[in-house]
């Protein structure tokens, strides 16, 4: 009886070599010997590297040029409010008394001989300032330097002409308004004991008498 040949059902198929292993990975460099940090030179020179100097820098530079003033701000109430100040503060001690046609303001206490004397138009003028033509701003300057100034030449009695405001709008008497809270506030009432509507001789309700005190009280 034949004999049957032996079946290797692996007898075709091929065994491939097991996968070698990954070489081990090179240790790393050991780390540089520490050695002293950089001076400041040293970290200097590093960071300015491959700067040039400025061509004329030995020039001088001139003043930057001005953008100019900037424009005065002005709210319509601002002068209200200063004068409530000055009020609540004390700084404005005036009494004051008027009519559309007449002004007159003194401070509290003067002797009332010299209101009337004043009122009558009896101090002789010694100087005066014209306020037609300017704004309110503008009179506000011109009155605070026209009244140091007549205080400092030792002036007792000026005249104010401020109009009758028949030019304005509505002929509302701006200026007159205006001064008679104006002298009545700390700022010029540091220079004037009294004021009053002149005499028609000098301006009559255009105008105002204006007793200074004497330089240096």
């Given amino acids: 009886m034949a004999r049957k040949p032996f079946n290797n059902p692996f007898g075709k198929v091929r065994l491939d070599p097991p996968a070698r292993a990954a070489p081990p990975a090179p240790a790393p460099p050991p780390p540089p010997a520490a050695g002293p940090p950089p001076s400041?030179?040293?970290?200097?020179?590093?960071e300015?590297?491959?700067a040039r100097p400025i061509e004329g820098r030995d020039q001088r530079v001139g003043?930057?040029?001005?953008?100019?003033?900037?424009?005065?701000?002005?709210?319509?109430?601002?002068?209200?409010?200063?004068?409530?100040?000055?009020?609540?503060?004390?700084e404005a001690p005036f009494d004051i008394a008027d009519t559309?046609?007449?002004?007159?303001?003194?401070?509290?206490?003067?002797?009332?001989?010299?209101?009337?004397?004043?009122?009558?138009?009896?101090?002789?003028?010694?100087?005066?300032?014209?306020?037609?033509?300017?704004?309110?701003?503008?009179?506000?300057?011109?009155?605070?330097?026209?009244?140091?100034?007549s205080r400092r030449r030792g002036q007792r009695c000026v005249l104010l002409v401020h109009g009758r405001g028949l030019h304005s709008e509505e002929q509302v008497p701006v200026l007159k308004e205006a001064l008679r809270s104006w002298l009545a506030t700390a700022r010029f009432g540091r220079h004037v004991l009294a004021f009053a509507t002149a005499r028609p001789q000098d301006g009559g309700a255009g105008a105002l008498y204006v007793l200074l005190r004497r330089a240096g009280r």
């Fill in 40 to 46: 400041d030179e040293e970290l200097w020179a590093r």
């Fill in 48 to 50: 300015v590297a491959g």
């Fill in 63 to 90: 003043p930057r040029v001005p953008r100019g003033r900037p424009e005065a701000f002005h709210h319509p109430d601002l002068e209200t409010l200063r004068e409530l100040e000055a009020l609540v503060s004390g």
């Fill in 100 to 149: 559309d046609e007449y002004v007159e303001g003194h401070v509290s206490g003067l002797d009332p001989a010299l209101v009337r004397k004043l009122r009558r138009g009896e101090y002789s003028v010694q100087g005066h300032a014209d306020l037609h033509g300017l704004t309110r701003e503008e009179a506000r300057r011109e009155v605070d330097r026209f009244l140091k100034e």
